[in-house]
């Protein structure tokens, strides 16, 4: 049985201080974060300096994620090949990020990109050793009108998994993602589990008196997270 490791999101422009105040306090595990850019951020030099705040402890990064737009945009694409590649620089065993999308058109829309984009993605993870996940979360989109991800739901996993097969390729699973869809997160993972490579928590609640009375469309607010 593997064992489960704790850990905590650390943005990755401000990864150098904010480290320095959770060393030392039972995280074992570190997720450098940056969302649509690196904001400047050398990631070899990142690499260098990470290593020497974690020397001597026990703990360590396992993963980059870099939540960005690859089907759209080359450049997100350019910076997410980048971070597969330096990902063993910080020792990371995942690299974590968006599945893209044509922003503002429906999820079926981008399954052709997807499959060409995220192929070849995958390989390279694979050829680095890293496992690539996909991060669930709706991004504000729906499933007419997506924004820059369309992996979050369970009616496209069927066909991005289909797409590509890789055994290094998963998802980066989220269950509030899944709760604020009013999806069953624990029907889902009896379903999805194995396809799971990396697991982000956070507390949500669903306030089903809100559902009852003033539904989804965003008149009334029913979910927090």
């Not at 070899?44 to 290593?51: F, M, Q, S």
């Not at 020397?55 to 997410?80: F, M, V, W």
């Not at 009896?190 to 809100?210: E, F, L, S």
Request: overall charge negative; proline content about 4%; aromatic content about 10%.
């Amino acid at each position: 049985m593997k064992q489960i490791k704790i850990g905590t999101c650390v943005p990755g422009p401000v990864a150098e201080e904010w480290l320095k105040g959770f060393v030392g306090k039972g995280f074992e595990t570190f997720s450098l974060n940056f969302h649509m850019s690196l904001e400047g951020t050398d990631l070899d030099k990142l690499a260098l300096t990470t290593d020497k705040l974690l020397a001597g402890t026990d703990s360590k990064i396992t993963t980059l994620g870099y939540y960005c737009n690859p089907i759209q945009y080359a450049e997100h694409r350019k910076t997410l090949e980048k971070v597969i590649c330096t990902a063993e620089k910080f020792g990371a065993t995942h690299v974590s990020t968006f599945a893209g999308a044509w922003e503002g058109k429906p999820v079926e829309s981008a399954y052709e990109e997807f499959g060409k984009v995220f192929r070849e993605l995958a390989d390279l993870a694979e050829e680095k050793g890293v496992k690539l996940g996909i991060e669930n979360c709706l991004m504000d989109g729906t499933w007419e009108h997506a924004t820059c991800n369309i992996g979050f739901n369970p009616k496209a996993w069927e066909v991005m998994f289909e797409e590509v097969k890789n055994d290094n390729f998963g998802l980066e699973w989220e269950p509030t993602h899944q709760m604020v869809q009013l999806i069953d997160p624990v029907a889902e993972l009896r379903k999805w589990c194995k396809k799971i490579v990396h697991v982000h928590g956070k507390d949500a609640t669903i306030d089903w008196d809100a559902v009852r009375h003033g539904g989804i469309s965003g008149a009334v607010p029913f979910v927090w997270h």
